[in-house]
């Protein structure tokens, strides 16, 4: 339960400091697609907890996600990869769970459901 109480205190300080630590690119497509604010912010910690640390993403947070758009999502990892909070992270890690996560909720989303 402390590793929840952690990760739930870094999306907030993501939501709200990570903005003026991004790079002007990142910066220019967040506030662009305005993508700090498509998703709620349970999906946003089961993302953040399955491209960041070992978790699972509902398909309810898979259908946030991927209405947020790859750019938005792609722009947003590499904006907390620039956090110097993860800066021991391996980003070549990260980057990879990031499309894979990407594909998979993508995948999910985009299949027929089992009663069609």
């Known amino acids: 339960m402390a590793g929840l109480n952690v990760y ?4 907030v300080f993501f939501l709200t400091c990570g903005p003026a630590m991004a790079t002007k690119e990142n910066d220019h497509i967040i506030k662009d697609n305005n993508s700090e604010t498509k998703m709620g912010l349970p999906c946003v910690l089961e993302a953040f907890t399955r491209i960041f640390d070992i978790g699972t993403i509902s398909s309810k947070c898979c259908g946030e996600l991927v209405g947020l758009g ?16 993860f800066k021991d992270l391996s980003p070549v890690r990260i980057i990879a769970k990031s499309i894979q996560t990407w594909n998979n909720c993508l995948a999910l989303i985009d299949s027929p459901s089992p009663s069609a």
Do not use: Q
């Not at 790859?70 to 909070?85: D, G, I, Q, Y």
């Open 70 to 85: 790859k750019v938005c999502h792609s722009a947003l990892v590499k904006m907390t990869l620039e956090n110097p909070l």
């Open 8 to 11: 739930s205190a870094l999306v």
